[in-house]
Structures are given as structure tokens and as C-alpha cells.
């Protein structure tokens, strides 16, 4: 089937708006995680799902930061009040499963968000 | 919590000579390394992962290489083509939970 989707592709946001980011992991998968990629840096871990348990937020850097996965599938990351230093790539992933390892996680695209 | 650490952080070689790109982590419990190859603009794609169990994979003109007493890994790319030119990045994770990322190495073949 399909890779792992996210939309927008890309997303201009005005300082201080609400966004929402959605990505499809590839279907079956069970594990889902978020990333954050600035530019000339390497994906930094946001937040992380099995099924729809929300294990590990660690990786969020404040509270305006906010993941679901309520159905354990589609999952969306949503930005609060959006700041300049908010502007990245948001990168999604997911694999198989989780427990084990070897378990490959593979990419969407990514949403690139521009806060101006 | 992990940390892991790559170098070269730029790496340009001849189109045909091998390429070598290490990385080291820190987390003992680690036990499953993949590496990206990320062209501009686009998604991290895998290219090759090895685990904690095996001390070293190979894929066509692609290798892997771990040392699980040093906390060491590497990617070997041989016969390099000018369509190897990317940004790779290593990865460490304990159980397929969290990657943690290092920061990069762009790869430049030059013809």
C-alpha cells in the first residue's frame, strides 16, 4: 500500500495562530512517531504512539504542543499560539510494531512550517 | 538518555572511491541502528539497519558495520556515484522505541 502521508506539505502560519498537522502512517502499522527537523540539523524526537497510547512525549518542547491518535491510526500534531522558532520540518513515522528490535520505521515527507 | 554523535559532519570523495561515516551512542540498551539517506527536500529514506546481535551487514555497494564494546557503528558506501550525494544520518534505538538521531553527514561524489 501507500507510504506514510502528511498534509499540509507546507504550511505558512502568522506568530501566535493554531495549526494542525495530519499524518496517515502506512496501514497496519502500529507504532507511530513525530520528529522535528530544523534546517541542516538531523529529525528530533517529538513524541511517540503505540496504537493510540501516547507513550513517550518527552521530546515536546512545551505545553503549546499537542499529539493524538485517538483511533490509533491517523495522527495529528497540533501547535498552539505558533512562535518563529516553531518554523521546521515536522516529520512523521511509522513501523510495524514495537517491543523488538530490527522493527523499520519508515518517513512521511514532512509538513515544512513557516511562522512568520 | 541517548546520545549519539557522527562524523564527518561534510564528506566529499571521487565519483568511485569509498566513503566512511562513523557514529557512536551512548545508551548500552541500544540494539537496533538504521541509516537515512535524505535527499534535499525529501523524506529520510532507509537504506540499511543492523542490529545488536550482528557485527556487520552488507547491501550491494552498502555496508554496516557495529561494535557493540566500543558503542560504534559505521556505513561504508563503495564504488561511490554521483547519486550518492545526500545528508545520511545514523540512528540509535532500544527496541524500535525512540531513534535518536545524529546530526548528519553530507556526502558529496563528485564526478
Known amino acids: 500500500g501507500a507510504g506514510v502521508s502528511q498534509s499540509p506539505r507546507y504550511k505558512v502560519a502568522k506568530r501566535g495562530q493554531d495549526v494542525a498537522l495530519r499524518c496517515d502512517p502506512i496501514s497496519g502499522h502500529v507504532s507511530l512517531f513525530w520528529y522535528q527537523q530544523a534546517l541542516g540539523q538531523g529529525p528530533e524526537f517529538l513524541t511517540y504512539f503505540q496504537n493510540e497510547a501516547q507513550l513517550d512525549k518527552s521530546g515536546l518542547p512545551s505545553d503549546r504542543f499537542f499529539a493524538e491518535r485517538p483511533e490509533g491510526s491517523v495522527s495529528t500534531l497540533k501547535i498552539q499560539r505558533t512562535q518563529q522558532e516553531d518554523s521546521a520540518v515536522y516529520l512523521c513515522?511509522?513501523?510495524?510494531?514495537?517491543?523488538?528490535?530490527?522493527?523499520?520505521?519508515?518517513f512521511g515527507q514532512g509538513t515544512r512550517l513557516t511562522v512568520v | 538518555g541517548e546520545n549519539v554523535e557522527q562524523h564527518p559532519s561534510t564528506l566529499s570523495v571521487q565519483e568511485g572511491d569509498s566513503a566512511v561515516i562513523k557514529c557512536t551512542y551512548s545508551d548500552s540498551a541500544s540494539n537496533y541502528f538504521p541509516w537515512y539517506k535524505q535527499e534535499l527536500g525529501k523524506r529520510p529514506q532507509l537504506i540499511i539497519d543492523i542490529r545488536s546481535n550482528v557485527g556487520e551487514k552488507k547491501d550491494q555497494r552498502i555496508a554496516v558495520t557495529l561494535n557493540k564494546t566500543a558503542k560504534h557503528f559505521s556505513l561504508h558506501i563503495t564504488e561511490t556515484q554521483p547519486e550518492d550525494s545526500a545528508v545520511y544520518f545514523c540512528?540509535?534505538?532500544?527496541?524500535?522505541?525512540?531513534?535518536?538521531f545524529g546530526p548528519g553527514t553530507r556526502l558529496s561524489v563528485l564526478p
Open positions: 513515522a511509522s513501523s510495524y510494531d514495537q517491543g523488538a528490535p530490527g522493527r523499520k520505521a519508515f
Open positions: 540512528a540509535a534505538s532500544t527496541d524500535g522505541q525512540n531513534f535518536v
